[in-house]
Every structure is written in C-alpha cells, then in structure tokens.
C-alpha cells in the first residue's frame, strides 16, 4: 500500500469505521479529507473526537461538494454509505479509484479469507472458528464489522504471522464488494422478509447475496444450513465443494447417504467432512437453539479446513458465547451467570427466555420508551422463576408482567445484580436480560453488560 503515500484521500462518511481509515492513512502521510452530509449538530462528538487527531482531517460537512471528490487520488467510503451515490458515480467516470472500506481491504490482503454470509448469525460463527482455529494453534484476524474494522487486519504489527482472516459480510457489504477470493464461505440462512432499503427487489437481495458463493472454485468450500437452505435448487449448481450442516439427523432424515457434512444423532454431533467425527455435547456451555446452530456451522467449517477433532471439542466445552449475547460468564456456588445486555427489547427478551430449558431469574429493565410490554406475561410466567426489575421503567414493566412471577423492584443497578444473587439457590441461572434500552445509565448495551460482569466478579 506504499502506492498511496502522500497521496489525496477522501473518506466519505463520519462513523466508527472512518477513525481507523484516518488513523491508516495518517500514517502512510496522506492528505485525508472526510465528507458528510450530515450537519455539524448532528455529528458533535465524532467531529470533537476528529479534532483531537493529530493531524486531524480537513471536514466538509452537511454536503458532499463534487470538487472533493475530483480532486482525491483514491476515495474510500464507509459501509452506510450508498455505493452508488451521484458524486461516487462521477468520481468513477473520471477515472478515481473508489471503493468501500470492504473492498479497498480485501484488495491488499494476501492471506486465505473466511467468509461467514448470510442475514444474521454471521458474528457468532465467525467467532466460533476463530476461537477452534486459535485452539488449534493458528493466528486469526476477525473483522468485516464497524466494531473491528477489515482495514484493521492491515495495521497489525504482526500481519505476516496471520494464518486466516475471516470476514462477516452482510447483505449491504457484498453489494459493493470486490477482490474478495475466500477459500471458504458460510451461509447460515438467507432472510427474504428483512430486507434491506438498499435492495429493490427479493430476487436482487439473493442475487447479491450469493455472488460470493458463485465466484467459488472446485478447490474452495461453501458450508450450508440444510434445514434453512437445502430447498434453494441454486446451490446445487455450485462449483465448491458443498458441506451441509444440521440440527437434526441426517439418518432420521434418510439424506445420510447422500449428503456430506455436520449433524446431530443421538446426542452427539457427527461429521463426515474429510473422516468421520463424534463430539460430545453433554458439558457444552453456549445455549439457546441458534447459538447451537451457529456451533454446527464453525464445526463443519473447520472440518473443511482439516482441524483437529481436539480443537473443536474443546470450542464445544470452552466456548463462552459472543459478548452480552447470551454470554456465559462465570458459576459461582452452582448459580450460573449469563450476560445477554444487547437484548434490549421484549421480542429479545422472548427469544433469550426461550433459550432455556429450565425457569431462570431475570434481570430486566432500562430506559422508560414507548415500548409496549403487554403480551409478555405467558413467557415469563413460564420461564421466569424470579424477576428484578430496575431502572427508568421499572414501574411500567412492573404493572404489566409483574405478577407473572415473583418480582422484586430495586433503586440501583448494583442491587438488582445483588438482589438477584442473594434470592438465588444451588442450579439457578441468573441472566442479565433488559427487554428495553440501556441508556437511562449507561452508554448502551456494552458499557452495561461490561458492568455487570464486573459486579459479578466482585459478588
């Protein structure tokens, strides 16, 4: 990338992903300029947070002025921006190099790529490989979110020790993508009701969601969710070498003659990519129905790629889950701590109850919003053992689910964790649950969860 020393570049749009853009081109020495057409009062703590860089950027905000972008040798915009917007679209007729942050990535990178597809599930997976791939003894880089960045891959100090890169690609990214050869792709599932505003059409939403698996050779690998995607008539035609994935038995099924890949029998999970495999699955610590299937997919992925049987049983044992996503945290006394922050609405909470088998005690409650919580009360009679209640809310959720369930009203956020603990007994899970936004405290959903791990710790 030495090519673009002290060269002109415009970095259009001012989110997460445009800091490391800045912080990469300030170190090959560019002259960075970044656009918005947001208005400045909208963007007040990221442009304050611009300003404090040094050298900062020259902004140009509340426009995008066709000048800027005839005048950079190379543009670069982030993934919320519309690929085609007008003034990329006159940049490209002029010659400019453009791309996504996704794309000007992928271009420069040298290493074997991992692409975890699909609406959703994507980080899950792509966290569940690394984590088999780590055990086994590889260097990952994981990245392809505006959390970790694909140009961060490229400020490593050690970049040329990475074994494999693996990349989440949403629908909106793949859209605009290019360069990108993985060895292997993963679609857990193709959802046709969320569409994004993006894509005009169902049949263009498939179609750009599976330019990646169609660019695949004979020598790469594509890993399917059978009970999701096996009545696609598509994927038959696939060049790659094809392996199905399956929360239920292929020998129930009758398909165990016919199809290569992961599934579960008899309370274990098979695989016969490669050489048969039989895993145990009775200490496993993830829960709920799509983190297990999510399992499957990493297991099948790294089957593919020839790791050990070991590493992968170890995943199954050891595999904590994704950060305040039904993250397991700690068991202390035989009660068992799970962080699920990011579950701040009462559809989230539904799901996250459903993904026990047994009644759980209940940490809910955050900001007061225009949510709407009847017709909750069946969910949480029924898997609710207790439930504490804090934050701006706490009134309202507690006069139309309260009497569900034995239910405690707190003033703090310490005390609902306290609370919690202290009515707790030997084989109880306690799960930190809100249904509703955490920002009547905290920031959001990390800096809560983060501190609820950290109460937990302390107990």
């Not at 494999?164 to 193709?190: D, F, G, W």
Request: net charge neutral; hydrophobic share 35%; with cysteine.
């Amino acid at each position: 990338m030495e090519n673009y020393r002290g060269k002109k570049v415009l970095i259009v749009g001012l989110g997460k992903t445009s800091f490391v853009l800045i912080n990469f081109f300030n170190k090959l020495q560019c002259q960075v300029k970044v656009t918005d057409i947001r208005p400045i009062f909208d963007l007040n703590k990221p442009v304050k947070r611009v300003r404090k860089i040094q050298p900062a950027p020259e902004l140009v905000l509340g426009e995008h002025r066709e000048e800027d972008f005839l005048e950079a040798d190379l543009i670069i915009y982030s993934p919320s921006v519309d690929p085609h917007m007008p003034q990329l679209e006159i940049a490209r007729h002029h010659g400019k190099e453009v791309y996504s942050e996704f794309t000007f990535s992928s271009k420069y990178c040298d290493k074997p790529v991992i692409a975890i597809c699909g609406s959703y599930g994507r980080t899950t997976i792509a966290h569940m490989i690394s984590y088999i791939l780590k055990v086994d003894k590889k260097n990952v880089f994981v990245g392809g979110t505006s959390e970790e960045p694909f140009i961060n891959y490229h400020l490593l100090e050690n970049k040329d020790e990475i074994d494999y890169v693996i990349v989440e690609l949403s629908p909106q990214q793949i859209k605009s993508v290019k360069y990108l050869k993985p060895i292997l792709v993963v679609y857990p599932n193709l959802d046709e009701i969320r569409i994004p505003p993006m894509f005009r059409s169902v049949s263009e939403y498939i179609e750009t969601c599976l330019s990646v698996a169609t660019s695949l050779g004979p020598e790469n690998h594509l890993i399917l969710n059978f009970d999701k995607l096996a009545s696609l008539g598509i994927f038959k035609d696939m060049k790659a070498q094809t392996c199905w994935y399956s929360r239920r038995s292929f020998v129930k099924m009758g398909v165990i003659a016919d199809v290569r890949g992961t599934h579960f029998h008899e309370k274990r999970i098979h695989s016969n990519v490669h050489y048969h495999s039989e895993f145990k699955v009775n200490k496993m610590r993830i829960i709920g129905t799509r983190n297990r299937e999510n399992l499957m997919a990493a297991i099948t992925a790294c089957k593919a790629l020839k790791v050990s049987d070991e590493a992968i049983q170890e995943c199954i044992i050891k595999f904590p889950g994704i950060p305040h996503r039904l993250e397991y945290i700690i068991e202390k006394n035989g009660v068992k701590f799970y962080n699920d922050s990011k579950s701040e609405s009462m559809n989230d909470l539904r799901k996250t109850l459903e993904s026990f088998k047994q009644q759980v005690i209940v940490i809910a409650g955050g900001k007061d919003t225009e949510q709407e919580f009847e017709g909750y009360q069946d969910i949480i009679q029924d898997k609710t053992r207790l439930l504490v209640i804090v934050g701006e809310c706490k009134e309202a959720l507690n006069r139309s689910i309260g009497d569900a369930t034995q239910t405690y009203l707190v003033g703090s956020f310490d005390e609902s964790v306290l609370i919690a603990y202290q009515k707790s007994r030997n084989g109880d899970i306690i799960v930190l649950c809100p249904g509703n936004s955490s920002t009547d405290v905290f920031r959001d959903y990390v800096e809560k969860g983060n501190y609820y791990k950290k109460l937990v710790y302390q107990l």
